[in-house]
């Protein structure tokens, strides 16, 4: 559903980490656009250069607001941009919105404390709804999604050649680099890409290609693993296990980007996910670096059925794990 009457101010990001050199952010590249094609008007307010200025920030966004009057302001929440006094004046006045992508790890520490403040809040943490109750908040439950990268998406062509057997895109951390190495040690090399890796981060279209034309894509953990050869493989290892405070593992982006573009993928499992992709039919998935490596030799053996899976992964992630229809429920809720 459309709303062309409607005005909305996204309130995030302009870049990712609210640094340009780490490129466009997801926030304009993805929700903004989005946004476009289901709101009459829709106005940014970027708040990357108020770090350090948080004062400013919460002068310079009421009068963005008492310019435009939104009927809603959508927040792309970060991190504490936003005085809690901000938020009740602009809430007792406005329609708010937060999109709270990581209460697996976040919630006691972060979007408990916020989420009071903002009239529709949504999570895409199932278990963290009764969570939400208890402190006086119904969130509405999504999940992420994918953007299309190109309109050159889908099973890749009988004419067409691959690029790489087995890939990654992610950026690197200690436990990304072990589980590839435990790969090698099985004779299987993983072409990686992102920030850390040797091949650097790469743009959104390359990413694409890179999952179209993989026989297989590699999603790799990034919360940390309490498998024990790791966390003891070295000093280094062990500090970095108990600093992480990601201790959940949570569906990502990632999960619907690749089936979306058109690749085979190969996750590591995270519970809930059979309610998005069907296990064995949209997606295969492994518990250990040893069931990786075997299913990478199962399915870089058996071409037609890892085609099969990415021809049915393709189809309902096109269908129902777009931003677009994640948005259109969720602006749906807040405007029924």
């Given amino acids: 559903m459309q709303y062309p009457g409607k005005t909305t101010l996204l309130v995030g990001m302009q870049w990712d980490y609210c640094k340009p050199e780490c490129g466009v952010s997801g926030d304009k590249r993805v929700f903004f656009e989005i946004l476009k094609k289901l709101v009459g008007r829709?106005?940014?307010?970027?708040?990357?250069?108020?770090l350090g200025k948080k004062e400013q920030l919460q002068i310079d966004l009421m009068a963005k607001v008492q310019e435009i009057k939104p009927d809603l302001i959508f927040y792309l929440t970060y991190t504490d941009q936003f005085t809690l006094e901000t938020l009740d004046k602009l809430k007792s006045k406005y329609v708010t919105y937060a999109w709270f992508g990581d209460d697996q790890w976040r919630f006691d520490s972060y979007s408990s404390r916020y989420a009071p403040h903002f009239t529709f809040i949504s999570t895409t943490d199932p278990w963290s709804v009764q969570r939400y109750k208890k402190i006086g908040v119904n969130p509405i439950l999504t999940q992420w999604a994918a953007q299309p990268f190109s309109e050159n998406m889908g099973l890749l062509r009988k004419d067409e050649s691959y690029e790489f057997e087995v890939s990654f895109i992610g950026g690197f951390n200690k436990f990304r680099k072990w589980f590839v190495k435990m790969?090698?040690?099985?004779?299987?090399?993983?072409?990686?890409?992102?920030?850390?890796?040797?091949?650097?981060?790469?743009?959104?279209?390359?990413?694409?290609?890179i999952f179209r034309k993989s026989m297989i894509n590699l999603n790799i953990s990034n919360s940390a693993s309490n498998d024990i050869r790791f966390v003891f493989s070295s000093p280094k290892c062990f500090i970095h296990y108990l600093r992480n405070p990601k201790r959940v593992e949570q569906i990502k982006a990632r999960n619907f980007e690749i089936p979306l573009a058109g690749g085979f993928q190969l996750s590591n499992y995270v519970p809930g996910l059979e309610k998005y992709l069907k296990i064995g039919d949209e997606i295969a998935v492994y518990n250990t670096p040893e069931e990786c490596a075997q299913q990478v030799e199962y399915y870089?053996?058996?071409?037609?059925?890892?085609?099969?899976?990415?021809s049915q992964s393709h189809e309902r992630t096109k269908n129902e794990h777009t931003y677009l229809y994640r948005l259109e429920r969720i602006l749906g809720e807040i405007w029924k």
């Fill in 183 to 209: 790969l090698g040690k099985k004779g299987i090399k993983v072409e990686c890409f992102g920030v850390g890796w040797p091949n650097g981060q790469i743009s959104f279209e390359r990413m694409g290609q």
């Fill in 42 to 50: 829709v106005e940014p307010f970027w708040f990357d250069e108020y």
């Fill in 300 to 310: 870089l053996a058996n071409d037609e059925i890892r085609r099969e899976i990415i």
